[in-house]
T-cell receptor, first 112, second 116 residues
Framework: KNQVEQSPQSLIILEGKNCTLQCNYTVSPFSNLRWYKQDTGRGPVSLTI?????NTKSNGRYTATLDADTKQSSLHITASQLSDSASYICVVISNYGQNFVFGPGTRLSVLP | NAGVTQTPKFQVLKTGQSMTLQCAQD?????MYWYRQDPGMGLRLIYYSASEGTTDKGEVPNGYNVSRLNKREFSLRLESAAPSQTSVYFC???????????????FGPGTRLLVL
C-alpha cells in the first residue's frame, strides 16, 4: 500500500535552534517528493521538489535530503524563526495517475 | 493575482442538507483538485480535473460530485451531507504535468465544514 509516514508527530524548539523532520515512504513507482509548509488556517505552500536523482536541495534555511534507496527524506531547518511554526507535510508522487500521497505532517512550534 | 480562492470559508450544515463549495484560480492552470484534510491524516484527493471538460475520481469520491465549470472554476457538491464529511476542504491547481512529471500544486485557503 502506498504510504507516507512522518516523524515526529510534533516538535517544540527554541528560536534560533536547528531541527530535522523525517519522512519515510513506500510509494512506488516513485516520481518525485515534495515538502510543503502549512500555516494554521492556510493551505499548504510548496517548499521543495526533489526528483529521483537529487540527494539534496536547499531553499533558504530549508534543506531537504532524499535517499531513494532507503525511501527516506528529511527536511532540515536552520536557525529557526518564530514564523517557522507550522505543519510540514511530505508528499510523494507516483509516476502513474494522479497519485499524490500526503503524509500526516509534523507540527513544529518555535518558541521565543 | 489572487491565486486560488475558495468560498465559503466556514459552513455549518445539518445532516442531509446539500451545498456547493466553490473554487477559482487565476493562474491559467489546466489541472484542478479537491482534497479533504482530517486531523492526524494526510490530505486525501476527492476528485480532480486534468483539464477543462474532464473530471476523475480520486481516493475518496463517495458522497461528492464535481463540476469543472470552465478553465478557472471547479466546484465540489455535497448532495446529502453526513457527519463523516466534517473536514477542511482544499482546492488546488497546477500546470499540466510535463515530461518531468507533476507540477507544483497551489492551494486555496480551505473551507471548514461542520456537519451536525
Amino acid at each position: 500500500k502506498n504510504q507516507v509516514e512522518q516523524s515526529p508527530q510534533s516538535l517544540i524548539i527554541l528560536e534560533g535552534k536547528n531541527c530535522t523532520l523525517q519522512c519515510n515512504y513506500t510509494v512506488s513507482p516513485f516520481s518525485n517528493l515534495r515538502w510543503y509548509k502549512q500555516d494554521t488556517g492556510r493551505g499548504p505552500v510548496s517548499l521543495t521538489i526533489m526528483t529521483f536523482s537529487e540527494n539534496t536541495k536547499s531553499n533558504g534555511r530549508y534543506t531537504a535530503t532524499l535517499d531513494a534507496d532507503t525511501k527516506q527524506s528529511s527536511l532540515h531547518i536552520t536557525a529557526s524563526q518564530l514564523s517557522d511554526s507550522a505543519s510540514y507535510i511530505c508528499v510523494v508522487i507516483s509516476n502513474y495517475g494522479q497519485n499524490f500521497v500526503f503524509g500526516p505532517g509534523t507540527r513544529l512550534s518555535v518558541l521565543p | 493575482n489572487a491565486g486560488v480562492t475558495q468560498t465559503p470559508k466556514f459552513q455549518v450544515l445539518k445532516t442531509g442538507q446539500s451545498m456547493t463549495l466553490q473554487c477559482a484560480q487565476d493562474m491559467n492552470h489546466n489541472s484542478m483538485y479537491w482534497y479533504r484534510q482530517d486531523p492526524g491524516m494526510g490530505l486525501r484527493l476527492i476528485y480532480y480535473s486534468a483539464s477543462e471538460g474532464t473530471t476523475d475520481k480520486g481516493e475518496v469520491p463517495n458522497g461528492y460530485n464535481v463540476s469543472r465549470l470552465n478553465k478557472r472554476e471547479f466546484s465540489l457538491r455535497l448532495e446529502s451531507a453526513a457527519p463523516s464529511q466534517t473536514s477542511v476542504y482544499f482546492c488546488a491547481s497546477s500546470e499540466t504535468p510535463g515530461l518531468q512529471g507533476w507540477k507544483t500544486q497551489y492551494f486555496g485557503p480551505g473551507t471548514r465544514l461542520l456537519v451536525l
